[in-house]
């Protein structure tokens, strides 16, 4: 069984660009989470996805925008890109939401690394 | 709120010696409680979760942890390290009602020296 699959692995973008990273979960898991990884912060929590709506929302600013698509693949979208987005950005997928508190069952991606200069 | 906090930012071991990283958390309902590992240049590998039972979990590659409710405290133990197990350690609770927002710990740097 193919785990979570995450493209690309590493980004080099500039100041003002917009970038999207994609997300392929476990083939059958419905939810789809995101991460934010950087030295100051640690892993913050970006958004989760399940069944193409969005159900959870972390703290970020709106620039910071996703959605799922009917085959559970998710994207990410960062508009306006600034040098702090730079970060290792995790996703995560789970099978159901239909038991709270479940949670990602430790089915990560590698990752991408977005890199702003 | 949820907070959860590592308070060692790095421990150094010898190889095969135990180690014990700790994990304190607070929140104001009840939740689960997990433990990831982060090797260089990879995502997170789920180590083992509590949900509810046994407070004494078993996960992989030799690590357990005890969920400890009095001290709010979820520390994780393995009896004899091996370099392999040098990565970075990230503690994680998710509340029990509907969230599915994982807060983590600012993590704990495992260093195994030969």
């Known amino acids: 069984k193919a785990g979570v699959t995450q493209t690309p692995r590493y980004l080099i973008k500039t100041r003002g660009q917009q970038v999207t990273l994609s997300c392929s979960p476990i083939?059958?898991?419905?939810?789809v989470s995101w991460y934010q990884q950087t030295p100051g912060q640690g892993l913050q929590f970006l958004f989760e996805?399940?069944?193409?709506?969005?159900?959870n929302k972390g703290n970020f600013p709106g620039r910071f925008s996703g959605r799922q698509f009917s085959n559970s693949r998710s994207e990410m979208n960062v508009s306006t890109l600034e040098l702090g987005d730079s970060a290792l950005y995790l996703c995560?997928?789970?099978?159901?939401?239909?038991?709270?508190?479940?949670?990602?069952?430790?089915?990560f991606g590698p990752g991408t690394r977005l890199t702003v200069t | 709120a949820q907070s959860v906090t590592q308070l060692d930012s790095q421990v150094p071991v010898f190889e095969e010696a135990p180690v014990e990283l700790r994990c304190n958390y607070s929140?104001?309902?009840?939740?689960?409680l997990f433990w990831y590992v982060q090797y260089p240049n990879q995502g997170l590998q789920l180590l083992l979760k509590y949900l509810s039972g046994s407070t004494l979990v078993k996960g992989i590659n030799g690590f357990e942890a005890e969920f400890n409710k009095s001290q709010t405290s979820f520390h994780l133990r393995k009896p004899s390290v091996h370099i392999s197990d040098t990565a970075e350690y990230f503690c994680?609770?998710?509340?029990?009602?509907?969230?599915?927002?994982?807060?983590f710990g600012s993590g704990t740097r495992l260093l195994v020296r030969p």
């Open positions: 995560a997928s789970s099978l159901n939401n239909l038991t709270p508190g479940q949670g990602p069952r430790g089915y």
């Open positions: 083939s059958g898991h419905r939810s």
């Open positions: 996805y399940f069944s193409e709506t969005q159900r």
């Open positions: 929140s104001s309902v009840s939740v689960y």
């Open positions: 994680a609770v998710i509340r029990m009602d509907s969230s599915y927002k994982l807060i």
